[in-house]
């Protein structure tokens, strides 16, 4: 499966039926908008509250799993669908920005799902992922090919980047990004 920002959202469907909704990103099935959030993206971060953002993202996770979804580009079609449609009905949008709203959400959705998977493997099962998904998902970890690939991400999350010596780097920044930070400097400062 490809992890292009088109196939994370897929196709526009088709409504069967008029209360069907349209669940690719973008559209709002007719919803009504005052409730949702106004979004955009500055250099690749929805802001404002970019956070919050992330949080709503990553508990929408919480909600659908796949017994293969082992990473980002293994979640089915269906259930990536599904997801976009839970960030639909809290965010709009200018429609102008929905190709870099799609982009954006893919590559977010990308980095929240691998957190999270891993957190989840840190654990014993959670109790909203299904006994015969975390059976599935616990096999696969145990394969010697994914053993390899940790042992390596591990080593290369403590390297040195500062050079040998300077620990490990970490990432100190707070809940707020960067952009999120600039935007607010640049807006407090007077000329």
């Given amino acids: 499966m490809s992890d292009s920002p088109s196939s994370v959202v897929g196709v526009p469907c088709t409504p069967t039926t008029p209360s069907t909704p349209d669940i690719s990103i973008g559209s709002t099935g007719g919803s009504s908008t005052s409730s949702r959030l ?4 500055v250099g690749e971060k929805f802001v404002p509250n970019g956070h919050s953002i992330s949080k709503s993202i ?4 919480k909600e659908r799993q796949d017994a293969t979804g082992y990473s980002w580009k293994d979640v089915s079609e269906s259930t ?5 449609h839970e960030f639909v009905k809290l965010y709009q949008w200018n429609p102008s920005e929905t190709t870099v709203i799609e982009h954006t959400w893919g590559k977010v959705a990308s980095t929240l799902y691998s957190k999270k998977f891993h957190s989840w493997r840190k654990c014993p099962r959670p109790t909203f992922v299904p006994e015969d998904v975390w059976e ?7 394969y010697d090919k994914w053993l390899e690939k940790s042992r390596i991400a591990t080593q290369n999350r403590h390297s040195e980047t500062g050079g040998p010596g300077t620990g490990p780097s970490k990432h100190i920044g707070g809940s707020k990004s960067a952009v999120e930070h600039t935007i607010k400097l640049v807006s407090n400062s007077t000329f």
Avoid: P
């Fill in 136 to 142: 599935s998902w616990k096999t696969y970890w145990a």
């Fill in 38 to 41: 106004v979004i955009s993206v």
């Fill in 58 to 61: 990553t508990e929408t996770f």
């Fill in 80 to 84: 990536r669908k599904f997801y976009s």
